[in-house]
């Protein structure tokens, strides 16, 4: 894992004296909540609909134990006693006070962590693969990658004030787990025919109210120019992305309009120009960030045979673990998804427990997933039933990765001030109907995704089957998609028809359902079967 | 890359009492002359101070440098970054004149300006001088190259001394 130097530590230090003094200003009314608003935002500080909700940045996803430690320790202190974790690899607190925000920070900045550019119009946390380091697809570790743009990206002093939000995702292997194409710029690390590495570029990709999947920019940056070519990106966006329209402003926007051969002109022609400039880092910087990410300590094992006496426990590891690039070892998803629970909350308890957990069986390291779940990246096969057997005690190993009860949620109108409806009772509701129903077991890899509104949090375009809530007459309603992908067949799901209330939503996923149940040709996933069979059937099962 | 700062800032030196709030890293005189716009400046062989406004193509002026003294850039609004850029992109071109950020200009936002190549101010509120010196010292290092001399933690890191280039 990366850790801070003294220059790291630094500029976090300072940030936190920077932000302290800003709030103290507000709560003594020297600054106004408008002159407030894009300071607390620099530092992911949210007013929402009954508190102030803080983002706390989890860079691309990794954390230690002593990091998850200090996240439990602040749930307990300063919110309700638990957090949120978020599409974006990151953390959320709902119930935050404006008095404690500096010493949140300052909590934060002793385990080697911040909220820096997790709001605002800037470069947010950077986002990458959850198996990164441990899967055994990948080319090479992305992480290293993720870090220096990170670095190159924080306190930015030309892209901190773009025409809107900028997100990156960085992923090292054919199969994404990131979502990397629905990102404002996606980078995939690959080899060329001399087996050399580099960065293939993919931008203005987006979800939002116009979904788009982005094009390939590059096919191959050589990694002595990685920076250059991602400052090269952001400059034509910030001198030409739209900003007479909010809703036009997203990197998508540019590149759809000029299109992808006029964009990529323009930062190629941008790129020889910064070439001259020289200010790429220098090449021992990567070298030194990659080895914070070398092997942790394998061990040389065997291949191990797990004992699949206990059938729950073989059900679980059929389901929740992931094939390790070392013989004897696996990846382990903790799901944060119990039949009726809030996804992606958990408890300080459960936090802390994962901490302990990251430390004794995955060399103190844990990972965020992007569907709102937890990773313990390296554990070895004879150590996955102590494992399991120590989550199952703490409602921690419902066996559903990638089933439909795996469900992404957005906060919703329980929290968001932007929504249109609610998502979490609605996520509760499908889960206790498939669990009551017996279906969910039988219906294999299934991607469900519910946002509360248009912009897309809970990611429902990348749904197999998404929820849209939307404001009907005063009343909630919510529109079914079907089709969506984020993964490497990334694909954009599309509206069946007229929306439900929320009975009807339940109701109409559960019809859905049976429509690929009694279709579904040998192997097939859900996903598979709408491709293969369109639109109509579900249409005419839901409306008919 | 042309350092052309003076560490410590003048106030309103040079300008009557009538002056708008002012502030400069230069060590020059203030050059006199009202800027014109982009249009106006490329139209007319003589003048030597022009105002880039969000929207203008800084590149435009690139063949003319050698006869500007000062180039404003406009910010009607807080959020509209586009005059970084246009600021950057004239110092990587060899612009050593005045570099004159106007307008929107809010003491949270001096020191990325003056990253970008900006060495004189005329914001359209007043600055306290107490809270100018409090932003610019706030950030004790830099995580990238840009229009300034600052090294970035990467180079020092790397054993680079103040003013070597990366690469
Ligand atoms: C509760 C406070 C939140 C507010 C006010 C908020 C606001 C927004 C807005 C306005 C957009 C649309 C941006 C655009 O299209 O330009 C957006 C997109 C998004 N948000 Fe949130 N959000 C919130 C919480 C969350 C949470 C909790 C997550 C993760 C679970 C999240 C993840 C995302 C993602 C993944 C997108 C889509 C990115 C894209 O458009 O490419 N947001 N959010
Ligand atoms: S999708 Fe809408 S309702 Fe959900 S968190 Fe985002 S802005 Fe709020």
């Known amino acids: 894992m990366y850790r801070y130097d ?18 103290q200003r507000r709560l003594d009314g020297q600054l106004s909540e408008d002159q407030f608003k894009p300071l607390r935002l620099m530092n992911g500080l949210y007013l929402q609909l009954h508190a ?45 006070k404006l008095e404690d925000a500096g010493d949140i920070l300052a909590d934060l900045a002793s385990r080697e962590m911040h909220a820096i550019q997790t709001s605002g119009n800037c470069i947010r946390n950077i986002s990458s693969d959850h198996f990164a380091g441990a899967a055994a697809d990948e080319v090479c570790d992305p992480r290293p990658y993720a870090e220096l743009l990170r670095q190159w990206s924080s306190f930015h002093p030309e892209f901190s004030y773009l025409p809107r939000k900028f997100k990156i995702a960085v992923i090292a292997s054919p199969t994404d787990r990131a979502a990397m194409k629905l990102h404002d710029i996606g980078i995939n690390l690959v080899r060329n025919n001399e087996g050399e590495l580099g960065a293939a570029f993919y931008v203005g990709g987006g979800m939002g109210r116009t979904p788009m999947i982005a094009p390939q ?7 002595d120019q990685l920076i250059t070519y991602a400052e090269a990106c952001l400059r034509v966006y910030n001198r030409h992305g739209r900003r007479d329209n909010k809703y036009k402003a997203r990197i998508k926007i540019l590149v759809h309009e000029l299109g992808a051969d006029e964009y990529r002109r323009q930062v190629e022609a941008e790129f020889e120009h910064l070439l001259a400039q020289k200010i790429e880092p ?45 013989p004897g070892y696996t990846s382990a998803v903790i799901s944060l998804k119990p039949v009726g629970g809030i996804p992606g909350d ?9 901490a302990d957990l990251a430390t004794q069986y995955s060399f103190d390291e844990c990972r965020v997933m992007h569907t709102q779940n937890i990773v313990l990246p390296h554990v070895r096969k004879a150590d996955l039933h102590a494992l399991w057997t120590k989550l199952d005690e703490a409602g921690l190993a419902t066996p559903n990765l990638d089933q439909i009860d795996d469900i992404i949620a957005c906060p919703g109108l329980d929290y968001c001030s932007l929504a249109n409806a609610r998502s979490i009772p609605v996520a509760q509701k499908i889960s206790q109907r498939f669990a009551a129903n017996g279906k969910g077991d039988t219906l294999g890899e299934l991607k469900l995704k519910i946002s509360g509104c248009i912009n897309a949090c809970g990611h429902h375009h990348a749904g197999h089957i ?26 954009l799901a ?33 996903l598979d079967t709408y491709r293969r069979i369109g639109m109509a059937p579900f249409k005419e099962a839901l409306y008919g | 890359m042309v350092d052309h700062t003076s560490t410590t800032p003048s106030g309103a030196e040079g300008r009557g009492p009538e002056a708008r709030p002012f502030l400069r890293f230069r060590d020059d005189d203030p050059v006199g002359d009202p800027a014109v716009t982009v249009n106006a400046f490329l139209g007319q062989g003589n003048a030597t101070a022009v105002r880039i406004e969000p929207g203008d193509d800084t590149r435009e002026l690139l063949p003319h440098l050698d006869r500007v003294a000062l180039v404003e850039v406009n910010f009607p609004t807080l959020g509209d970054g586009r005059g970084y850029s246009a600021a950057r992109i004239l110092r990587e071109e060899g612009y050593t004149g005045e570099l004159r950020a106007v307008g929107n200009v809010l003491v949270d936002q001096l020191a990325f300006m003056r990253r970008c190549g900006f060495d004189a101010f005329e914001p359209g509120e007043p600055l306290d001088a107490a809270d100018v010196e409090a932003a610019l010292g706030r950030f004790p290092h830099v995580y990238q190259q840009a229009a300034d001399s600052a090294v970035p933690i990467w180079s020092l890191r790397h054993g680079k001394e103040a003013g070597a280039r990366n690469g």
């Open chain 1, 494 to 526: 599309k509206i069946t028809g007229p929306g439900f209330d929320e009975d009807g939503i339940v109701n109409a996923v559960e019809t859905a359902t049976d429509v690929y149940l009694a279709n579904r040709a040998d192997g097939e996933r859900f």
């Open chain 1, 52 to 96: 102030y909700m803080l983002r706390v940045a989890i860079p691309y996803g990794t954390l230690s134990g002593a990091q998850m430690h200090i996240l439990a320790d602040i749930a307990d202190k300063y919110d309700r006693g638990y957090a949120h974790f978020t599409t974006r690899q990151n953390v959320q607190y709902n119930w935050i």
């Open chain 1, 282 to 326: 220098p090449f021992a910087e990567l070298e030194r960030l990659c080895e914070f990410f070398g092997d942790p300590g394998f061990e040389n094992l065997a291949e191990a045979e797990i004992d699949r006496s206990d059938p729950e426990f073989a059900l679980w590891v059929d389901r929740n673990t992931h094939p390790h690039k070392r």
């Open chain 1, 217 to 223: 920019i590059r096919e191959f940056v050589p990694l």
């Open chain 1, 6 to 23: 003294q220059y790291d530590q630094a500029m976090v230090d300072a940030r936190v004296e920077e932000f302290r003094d800003q709030c």
């Open chain 1, 346 to 354: 958990a408890t300080a308890a459960q936090m802390r427990l994962m």
């Open chain 1, 466 to 491: 998404g929820i849209l809530g939307v404001d009907r007459k005063g009343v909630e309603n919510y529109q079914l998609l079907l089709g969506g992908s984020e993964a490497d067949d990334t694909s």
